[in-house]
Structures are given as C-alpha cells and as structure tokens.
C-alpha cells in the first residue's frame, strides 16, 4: 500500500524570528506542529525532512536536534514505530504533577484549566513536582479524566527535607513535604550521622521508578527541632525554595556597582524633576514602583515608573537563569528569599529616594471618568522624590493629620491629594465594570527581642493600598494592550471563569441560602457582585463571600489571553514588580523589543518557550504560598504553645469530613475540632451545603458559625493545632444564642 502524502501548512509564521536567531535556520517549531497537525498521523523524521525540503548535513542535523529538544519539553512524543505524534492532541497531556498525601496525584496541564487523575500505581515513578505527559485513558466515577503516565520530562526534586528514622538496619527519610508520598532510601554511608527523628535534608541520588523507591544521602542536619528564627529556613528547604546562590551570580550583579553609569542613562526621557514618590510598606526595601498623577483639561495623566530591571538582567546570563529559577521573591514572616541579589533588588534596581535610577514609564491618559483614553511605554531616568508608606500617605490627606502634613514637600503632597482623587474615580469604574472585592484578612506577626512571637495582628488596609493598587492595574492593563496591539508574544495573568461543576455547587448552596446567580454558564464578576450586594446586610454575610471565593479559579500565567474574571477585564498582564516577579520581566522585554524597533512577531520567545516559562512561574507562585503558610503555621504553633488550656472564641472557618476547622478570634489561627469531639453523634457532610448534620440531634455546624473552643494540643513540628468545641452557636458578641437560631442563613 502506498504512503500517504503528508500535508504540508503554507507559509512558516515565525520564519522572521528564526531567521534572527540562526544563520541557517530551520522551520520553526510552530510550523512542525502545524505540519503534524495537518497530516492527523504520525510522522518519521525522513518523511518531515522531505517535506520540508531539507537535504543538507547540517539542515537534517538541525532538525533532528529541533525535534529532540521538542521531545525534550513534551511537545511531541515518539510511537514504537518512531513516527512522532503531537502532545496536548486528543488524548495526550503535559503538565505539572501535584501529589497528594494518600499516594495518589493527579497532572495539572499546561496552559488550560484541564486536571488529569493519576492512581497510586501511575504515581510510583513520580514525585511531586515532576513534569511529565499522561496519556488520558478514560473517567472517574466525577467524570473527571483518568490518566497513565508517557514520559517523565523533568524531575522536580533535587533535594528533600524530612526526618531521618532507622527500622531493622534500613535507614530512610519521610518528607515533611506530606505532597511528596515516597521515602527517601538512604544507604549506610549517606546517612550523615543523621539520629533517629532529626530534621534533614537529603540530595536525591536517584530518583523513583516503578520497583523502587528514590535514594538520596543527607548534606544537612537541621537538628530535632525547628528552634526559634529558623522558622523561614525549614518552610523554605521543604518546599524546595532555593535559598543560596550558584556561582557568579553574586559577583555578576555586583560588578554593575552601587550607582547607575552615565552612559547607561543616555537616549532616556529625563525624569528627575518630575516628583514621582514609591509608597510602600513600612518594612519594604525593594521598590518596584513610583507614581506621579496630574489632573487634565479632559481628566488625568498617570506616570507608573518601574524598575528597568531588563537593563542589568540580561538573557544568557547567570543572573536571569537563577532569576527564572527561583521565578518570585518569596516574603516570609521574619525575611525574603529574593528572586534577585540584594545589590540588585534594595540597590541598583529599586527606586530608592534621591538617588538616580533607570526605569521604564506606563504614561497614562485618562478620561474623567477613568476609562484609558491612550498611553505610552518609554525607558527614562528618575530620582524619586520621596519614599512613603500608607499609613504616611493615608494620615496627610484622608486624615488630614497637619503634623504628616507640614513635614511633605509641597510637592508631594499635591501629588498625594491627586492620587485619592484619581483613586475616587479609579474605584468607580472598578465597580462599573463589576471587578469582585471580598473582604479577607491577612496577618502581621509581631516578634519580641528574642524572636518570639508575641501577637499576631490583622492588616488594615487604607486608601492608599486600594489606590495604589488601582494605578498598578491600570498599568498592567496598558502592558496588555500594548503587547497585543504590536503582536508581541507574552505572558499574561489568566483568571478563568469558575468551573462548570463549581458553578453548579455554589448555585445549590445559594438556593439553599434564598439567594440566586445570574448569568447563565457564564456569569460575571458583576453577576457575583449582585449576589454580595443581596448578602451585605444578612447575618451569614461572611459564609456567602466565602463560598463564593472557594468557587472562583486560581489566576495563573499563560500565553494564551483569556481575560481576567475576578478583575472583570479583557486581557491583564503583570508589569510592575519585575525586580520580584520573572513574569513582569519578560514582560518588559517584550515592550523593549517594541521600544527598540522590531517587530513583535520577531521577538525571539515561542509560544511553547511563553507556555513552559509560564507554568513554571505558576509553579514557583504556588510554592511560595505553601512556603509562607507553613512558616506562619508553625510560628503561630509556639505562640500558642503558650496558650494551651485557654479559651477562646472563633469562627468555622472550614467544613470537612472529619471535622471543623476554626479560626481562633484575635489570633487569626486554624485548628481543627476532630469530628470524634463534637456531641454523641453521627453527623453527615453536607458538601453543597458547607456543613455538618447530626443525624440524632439535627444539629448543624455550618461554615462562618461563631463558637466557642479550648486550645487542647499544640503540634508545632507537624503544625497542627487541636481544639475542644465548649460552645456553639454564639452570637456576634460572644454570647450563646437561644434555640432555634443555629441555622445561619436558613
């Protein structure tokens, strides 16, 4: 039988960039998928050489290393027959593995909202964090898609930390990571003179296969317990936040010196007189930003300078390989793991006051009623005027405080008054458009001379947070615009709308609260504003934002725009802390490509290099969060190791099958009421409902239900805390409520 012809696609798309990059360039990998995709078959490498007209040496040499490489990074896959086949392509998936603490796990793709069941089984030669392709083989008893493992792509494991324990001779290593589900073997002479439950952290020598669990020897003994100011260092080695330096990278950052070169400020816009102040934090040292705003005859012109840091961190250097590496500074309760020398990320690159510094300029227009009527993007050179925090901001112009007041330059003050008032109007558009606000809560600890903590405080946001915030959206906004207007490939930070299955949850939980969504299957950040709006004034307010928060996706990086929902925008992106976020990096490249006079199609990143590097810095986002939560966990274990025995009034802040966990009042600390000591009886999970059902006594524990509980165990190396239900359930005051009124919002 005679072979089929293969199709071949008409023009090479990226033929530009290829060109750019090589001095005898191939097809590029966007059209050897495109060519696979139109043949619907597998094809070997001679029939795709033929195809492509490649005779050559050196042209077949480059191919066959183009379509390893995209082996390499799960493109393509290899039959038996050595035919090559598309990933992502029916039933073919990449992604992250995301492990889970029965051994189980399941394939987080690339670039879409797709999770792929793995078992135990498919699991044995996989670690957490590894990337891999699953073939999808069927559905779950939920519909959800069941997957078996193609090929591992990268091990994303190079050390563990976990307590070393010795059984009949054998020593091994149990991860405090409970993701990572397999031991780590440890031969006699990789043991490091490692005792019986002390806290350590192997290099894996060996990663696992289908007969055999990983091997590793241990570099570092971090000692039985986790001792005070160590707190950051455990969280970070469990979760495999790199915290030292590779080679060069301090000495290359420190050979640009402690101020920036005149000929480096040369071919910019001069903006030293203008006075852009940053307002931060007050225990901030990395200054990403600086704004300066000014009323027009049509509305506002808003300046947002960042960092250039594009300017000193360079493709090809060690400096951005570490800095793609780490993807994000990770801010711990005692420090910060940044992503960037600190010559760099306090010095050189942050915007410091009075001194000169590159950066580059987000110049807004903007009509009276906030919409952008147009901006622009350019490098400039600035001296900021001042350095504020919030709480400085907030007190000079919605306090009015004359103190605050007289020590500003006028200046900089006026520059204040005009930012609350573009902040008014920033606000009502945001409410226009029906971008979601909830009402959280986050945390500040507070440490005595010995490093103990001694309160742990909430965070009051002023007018000055929101409207800085406001002025980085529109920032980022205009990135995405930009990028989009020129074709330039990038990274832009995706908030899908909630999930079929989410979305049906969350309607069976408001029917049973008397409350509707609307918009159909696709309803909008305005449709969940409508329901937040019906629930402002009900007793079970918090219960209802909750659920509706659980219901929403996690934002992530992609190529592929696909709108901001909670946001309630078309296309976002993130430019503005490019000295703690890679994605805001590449970011400024891209709008540098543009600046410099190129076009966007030529920018010398791929699609499938923007879909690696985002999921890769989604990756780092979410280890970063499950860094800092694990230290201030633990943290909040010693504060209340003091505590035990003691009472106090909480909140449910979760519903689960074995029981509630409760934020303590106060503390703003979760623990958990075991099931097995509520009152003597069976009690149901309600799922859709968020609660517990007695099936005796009728009596429900339902989230955002106010209670009363005793502390009675404090585990601070597992970071678990144990709590005694004393009362339930108590009114807003702390007092218990008459009968009949346990039932929230029903």
């Known amino acids: ?36 995709a139109a043949n619907r078959r597998p094809l070997g490498r001679r029939e795709i050489a033929a195809e492509l007209g490649l005779e050559s040496p050196e042209q077949l040499e480059a191919l066959r290393r183009r379509l390893r490489a995209m082996e390499r990074d799960g493109q393509l896959v290899r039959n038996r027959r050595r035919g090559y086949l598309l990933v992502d392509h029916r039933e073919l998936v990449r992604g992250r593995v995301i492990g889970k603490p029965d051994g189980a796990g399941f394939l987080l793709a690339d670039g879409k909202d797709q999770r792929v069941s793995l078992s135990p089984r498919q699991m044995r030669s996989l670690l957490h964090a590894d990337r891999a392709v699953v073939r999808v083989t069927g559905k779950d008893e939920h519909g959800n898609p069941v997957g078996e493992l193609v090929e591992i792509l990268e091990r994303g494991n190079k050390q563990i930390t976990g307590r070393f324990f010795e059984e009949h001779g054998v020593g091994f290593l149990v991860p405090e990571n409970k993701r990572i ?21 192997a290099e894996v020598l060996a990663q696992p296969t289908e007969r055999r669990q990983p091997i590793g020897r241990i570099t570092r ?72 705003c000014e009323p027009t005859a049509k509305g506002w012109r808003l300046l947002v300078a960042i960092a250039d840091v594009s300017h000193y961190v360079r493709p090809g250097s ?13 801010y711990f309760p005692r420090s910060v793991v940044p992503m960037l020398p600190e010559v760099l990320s306090n010095g050189l690159c942050s915007l410091n006051p009075q001194v000169d510094r590159l950066c ?58 005009n930012t609350h008032r573009l902040y008014q109007t920033l606000r009502q558009a945001r409410e226009r458009r029906g971008a979601i606000d909830f009402d959280t809560t986050e945390t500040v600890m507070r440490f005595d001379d010995e490093g103990r903590v001694v309160a742990v405080e909430p965070t009051v946001r002023n007018d000055f947070h929101r409207a800085i915030e406001e002025c980085m959206i529109t920032a980022n906004v205009c990135a ?17 709308h909630p999930s079929e299955e989410r979305l049906e949850q969350l309607r069976g939980f408001l029917a049973q609260v008397g409350l509707e969504l609307g918009g159909g299957d696709q309803p909008t950040g305005l449709d969940y504003a409508k329901v937040m709006k019906a629930a402002k004034d009900r007793p079970d307010r918090h219960l209802i934002e909750t659920v509706l928060l659980r219901s929403m996706q996690a934002a992530e990086y992609r190529p592929d725009n696909a709108g901001h929902f909670g946001l309630a925008l078309e296309a976002y992106t993130h430019f503005t802390s490019p000295i ?43 280890r970063a969060d499950e860094a800092t939560r694990d230290a201030e966990m633990t943290l909040k ?21 074995f029981g509630l966990f409760v934020q303590l009042e106060g503390v703003y600390v979760d623990g958990l009421v075991h099931i097995t000591n509520l009152e003597s009886d069976f009690f149901h999970y309600d799922q859709v409902g968020h609660c517990l059902i007695g099936d005796r006594t009728g009596k429900e524990y339902r989230l955002s239900d106010r209670v009363l509980v005793r502390v009675a165990r404090v585990d601070k190396e597992d970071r678990k805390i144990d709590l005694e239900m004393l009362d339930h359930p108590l009114d807003k005051k702390g007092r218990k409520r008459r009968k009949g009124k346990n039932k929230g919002g029903k």
């Open 1 to 36: 039988m005679a072979k089929r012809k293969a199709k071949t696609p008409h023009k090479d798309p990226y033929k530009e960039r290829e060109q750019a990059k090589y001095d005898n360039p191939i097809p590029s990998r966007e059209y050897l998928l495109e060519l696979l």
């Open 181 to 201: 589900h397999h031991d780590v073997l440890l031969s006699a002479d990789g043991r490091g003179g490692a005792e019986n439950g002390d806290l350590a952290v």
């Open 221 to 292: 003994i971090l000692g039985q317990t986790i001792n005070v100011g160590e707190e950051d260092e455990v969280a970070a080695r469990i979760h495999s936040v790199p915290l030292e330096w590779p080679d060069g990278v301090e000495r290359e950052a420190a050979a640009f010196g402690a101020t920036v070169a005149e000929e480096d400020k040369q071919g910019r816009t001069d903006l030293r007189k203008v006075p852009l102040v940053t307002i931060d934090g007050a225990d901030a040292k990395d200054f990403d930003d600086a704004i300066f």
């Open 318 to 330: 060690v400096l951005d390989a570490e800095a793609r590496n780490r993807g994000n500074s990770v």
């Open 360 to 417: 580059v300029v987000c110049d807004v227009l903007l009509q009276g009623d906030g919409k952008i009527l147009r901006s622009r993007f350019y490098r400039a050179v600035m001296r900021s005027a001042a350095r504020l925090t919030y709480e400085q901001a907030a007190a000079a112009v919605v306090e009015q405080d004359e103190t605050v007041r007289a020590d500003l330059d006028p200046q900089v003050l006026k520059l204040l008054e």
């Open 480 to 496: 995405a615009k930009f990028l989009r207007k020129h074709k330039v490939p990038s990274l832009y930070r995706v908030h899908e």
């Open 580 to 622: 703690r976020r890679y994605p805001d990096l590449a970011v400024h490249r891209g709008i540098g490509h543009i600046i410099d006079g190129h076009r966007g199609p030529s920018f010398p990143l791929s699609h499938n290099d923007l879909l690696t590097l985002g999921e890769h810095c989604s990756m780092t986002e979410r």
């Open 637 to 657: 274990c010693e504060y209340l190791a003091d505590h035990l025995g003691e009472e106090f009034p909480g909140v449910i802040a979760a519903v689960t099958s």
